[in-house]
């Protein structure tokens, strides 16, 4: 692999920073330092505001368009969730057929190896910066280490959960001249890797740049590097230390609601659901729900969330993938549209995924000309009356925002919670129908339940046990059932995350063999079914093909078996 020439200088890469100027700045002071102009390599290394604004360039490069937009192809569009919008590009059109080709422009990986190369540049040089400026101390440098380590750590578990084996680059490019032409790292062995590095790091991790939940969901934080590696355990498969973390997340979650409870209990938006601190749809005299979508995905950095980009109203860089993929004020639809079986007749009471009272589907989708678009990040802020009355669905006053600003989300609490049931399910062993548990099994089993069902509970503004359509022995029967209602649980709360397909590949992976994918993903397909179930049937489809020109530059590279007879040119 060879870095662009425009970011493998790492004076150029400087140079570009300048677009980024101020980006992020409400969430500490660190984030408003900007590099100065026609820096000198070997001089720029001096202070610790030359390490920061590095720093902060690692962020901006997440924020890119062109990331951002992997984020949501690499992680929805090949799922159940996603179909043709109104305009789809072409590029999009051919893998939503899945037919990808190298020449698709969506296998270019090249921008998360760019933020890839700026994290390696700051591990590289921020010693260095310590041992020459006083100001910047040990804890510093150590918590400085940890945000590079973490941010570097994500991008290449993007990379692993679409490629599966990728490069593998933990030094800095700082000369136009210098190649990365090296083999690709096997999925198992970068994961270890990324597990490894982040465990070396995590407890020098900020715990809290503030008080204010802006400021510590903008950045890494001890938290958010928590959630990443229950991510990673749940990839490898190591249950018990998933759930660590995960308990490491849900019980700081806790003690913020306790102390919250402590100053403002008349006024918080947050309630239990069983021992889950959640924020709820609606006040419990309310008629109108909403609350929830307003204050997650409208106002953003919610007491739920734990990791997400921000993009500021004030600033240049706006998130135009939401505003292109899924709609603004001015459409309303978007480049990507939703299958209608996800949406229709929910409110009847015959969809087989939303039960008629969940406020997800009214939240995160609307019906326009007989297509259903997506909504979620699109409004601002939503409300809906609660009536469960037969008739129609209720009249959803969105307010979509006027400027393509919504934050993205890249780790929340229920994302969290849903981690764990799926880990303990799993731990619980492989449990056949009509088997009767064992003790243990059957705690694993109540322990899985109660994260999905505190999830369940708050989507469907439910806060007493007597109403609950969900109810336990209905589902801990067999191993497949459990997983099941996790992972359904985890396309209703997630859906348009960039999470489902990388879900649907981890069950796969696990099961080494596609069945229950293909059949959760085949419905959205209206023609060609037997072709397209064919095609899904091998472990290495899950997988994208590695992009022609990459191949052309690291001969290092073996294509994906799946797509070494696909040389057809594709049209943009």
């Not at 020449?103 to 540049?121: E, S, V």
């Not at 102390?259 to 924020?279: A, D, H, S, V």
């Not at 191993?479 to 879900?503: A, I, P, T, Y």
């Not at 085949?522 to 060609?528: A, C, G, M």
Request: proline share 3%.
């Amino acid at each position: 692999m060879k870095f662009n020439k425009k970011y493998s200088s790492f004076a150029s890469a400087l140079c570009m920073m300048m677009s980024f100027q101020g980006l992020l700045s409400s969430c500490s002071d660190f984030l408003s330092i900007e590099p100065q102009n026609d820096i000198v390599m070997e001089n720029y290394w001096t202070e610790e505001a030359d390490v920061n604004s590095v720093l902060n360039s690692c962020y901006a490069q997440l924020e890119s368009e062109d990331c951002m937009k992997r984020m949501v192809v690499w992680g929805e569009l090949r799922s159940d969730n996603m179909t043709n919008g109104s305009g789809t590009p072409n590029a999009l059109v051919q893998i939503l057929k899945e037919n990808i080709l190298e020449t698709n422009g969506y296998t270019n990986w090249q921008c998360f190896y760019q933020c890839i190369n700026r994290c390696n540049t700051v591990l590289y040089y921020a010693p260095g910066v310590n041992a020459i400026d006083p100001n910047f101390t040990d804890s510093e440098l150590r918590a400085t280490l940890a945000e590079a380590t973490t941010l570097r750590a994500l991008c290449y578990f993007y990379l692993i959960r679409t490629f599966r084996d990728v490069p593998y680059i933990t030094y800095p490019s700082n000369d136009d001249s210098q190649e990365f032409q090296v083999p690709a790292t096997p999925f198992n062995e970068v994961l270890d890797s990324l597990i490894a590095d982040v465990e070396s790091v995590k407890d020098d991790a900020v715990r809290s740049y503030g008080e204010k939940s802006v400021e510590n969901t903008c950045r890494i934080t001890r938290w958010s590097c928590y959630a990443l590696l229950a991510d990673l355990y749940l990839w490898k498969g190591d249950w018990q230390k998933c759930i660590n973390y995960c308990d490491l997340v849900i019980d700081q979650k806790i003690r913020e609601y306790e102390e919250e409870y402590e100053e403002n209990p008349t006024t918080m938006t947050t309630e239990l659901y069983g021992k889950f601190p959640l924020i709820s749809e609606s006040s419990a005299n309310s008629n109108y729900a909403g609350n929830t979508y307003t204050e997650i995905f409208g106002t953003g950095n919610s007491f739920e969330s734990i990791f997400e980009l921000n993009f500021l109203n004030n600033q240049s860089v706006s998130n135009s993938t939401v505003s292109s993929f899924y709609g603004s004020s001015g459409t309303r639809t978007g480049q990507v549209g939703v299958p209608t079986f996800l949406y229709s007749d929910a409110y009847a009471g015959l969809n087989d995924y939303f039960k008629r009272t969940d406020c997800r589907y009214l939240e995160n989708m609307t019906e326009i000309n007989n297509k259903v678009y997506i909504t979620k990040y699109v409004n601002q802020s939503v409300s809906f009356r609660t009536s469960t009355t037969t008739g129609a669905a209720p009249t959803v006053a969105g307010n979509a925002r006027s400027s393509a600003f919504a934050n993205w989300i890249v780790y929340r609490l229920t994302d969290v919670m849903l981690m764990r049931a799926e880990a303990e399910v799993e731990l619980a062993g492989n449990v056949e129908e009509g088997t009767v548990l064992s003790d243990e099994q059957t705690q694993h089993y109540r322990n899985a339940f109660a994260c999905v069902s505190a999830v369940w509970k708050r989507a469907n503004n439910k806060r007493t046990a007597t109403t609950d359509t969900l109810v336990f022995d209905d589902y801990a029967t067999s191993r497949s059932v459990m997983e099941d209602l996790v992972l359904d649980e985890r396309q209703r709360e997630l859906m348009f995350e960039g999470k489902r397909w990388f879900d649907l590949v981890r069950l796969s992976r696990r099961e080494g063999d596609n069945t229950r994918m293909i059949s959760k993903v085949l419905p959205k397909f209206q023609e060609n079914t037997s072709a397209i179930r064919i095609k899904l049937s091998t472990q290495d489809v899950l997988y994208w093909p590695y992009n022609r020109d990459e191949l052309k530059q690291n001969p290092y590279l073996q294509q994906n078996p799946a797509y070494e007879t696909d040389n057809t040119e594709q049209n943009f």
